[in-house]
């Protein structure tokens, strides 16, 4: 009888816990996604600023040759473009070369050196455009990423461009993205996928540049509210 009566209790117990521990796994991984996104953004504006050079970022389907441009994927690359006034090169869009071989030595300044001789697939540093992304290593489970593209490409393009001031500029698919009535040019959803349920996260760019992860839930007055 104390058996029986210590598994019941056991029993409740566990199914009051693992709801709970399933949602705050959910939200997590909800969180983690949506702050690499951002770390994804700000770190494109900071090196637009920092090199005194165009910084594209974007988000891809996956880090292979196969990668187009979609945010369903939630990966994501932060490119050079070889000039503010030549933004269409293959140093500015790695599309289809995701897994492109980075040189040796890595990241290349501006304008490519004649020296030293280079490793790598392609044949010189203007076809190695990378800075930064989000390792094919890391598994997106449980995650649904949507939003506003700011291409009208197919399938629908994320793309953000940062110029030597951390401003806004166009991209090689075409103008600067125009602004919503809240001024927001680029904006993702990042939640559960259903049956899943927890917290929502937003990362937006503002007209000026200025990123901001934000909670589309938060009520008025609190410091995550989304613009």
């Not at 090199?51 to 974007?58: S, W």
């Not at 389907?61 to 269409?88: D, E, M, R």
């Not at 125009?178 to 049956?195: D, I, Q, W, Y």
Request: hydrophobic share 40%; with cysteine.
């Amino acid at each position: 009888m104390e058996m029986m009566v210590v598994l019941v209790i056991a029993a409740v117990l566990l199914s009051v816990a693992v709801p709970s521990f399933t949602q705050s796994l959910t939200n997590s991984r909800v969180q983690a996604i949506a702050e690499s996104i951002q770390s994804g953004l700000v770190r494109a504006r900071s090196e637009s600023i920092n090199r005194n050079a165009p910084v594209r970022f974007q988000l891809v389907s996956n880090l292979l040759s196969t990668c187009a441009k979609t945010g369903a994927a939630g990966f994501w690359l932060v490119t050079q473009y070889t000039s503010i006034t030549n933004p269409v090169n293959t140093r500015g869009d790695p599309t289809s070369a995701c897994d492109k071989a980075v040189y040796t030595p890595p990241d290349q300044e501006e304008p490519c050196p004649a020296t030293p001789a280079y490793s790598g697939t392609a044949a010189s540093c203007q076809t190695d455009p990378f800075i930064t992304f989000k390792s094919s290593a890391e598994t997106i489970v449980g995650v649904t990423i949507a939003g506003t593209p700011t291409t009208g490409f197919s399938p629908p393009a994320f793309v953000v461009t940062f110029g030597p001031l951390g401003q806004l500029l166009a991209s090689a698919e075409g103008a600067v993205p125009a602004a919503n009535a809240a001024g927001v040019v680029f904006e993702v959803l990042v939640s559960p996928t259903a049956p899943l349920t927890g917290r929502n996260w937003k990362v937006q760019v503002s007209s000026n540049g200025g990123i901001k992860l934000c909670d589309p839930n938060a009520a008025v007055g609190n410091t995550l509210i989304c613009s």
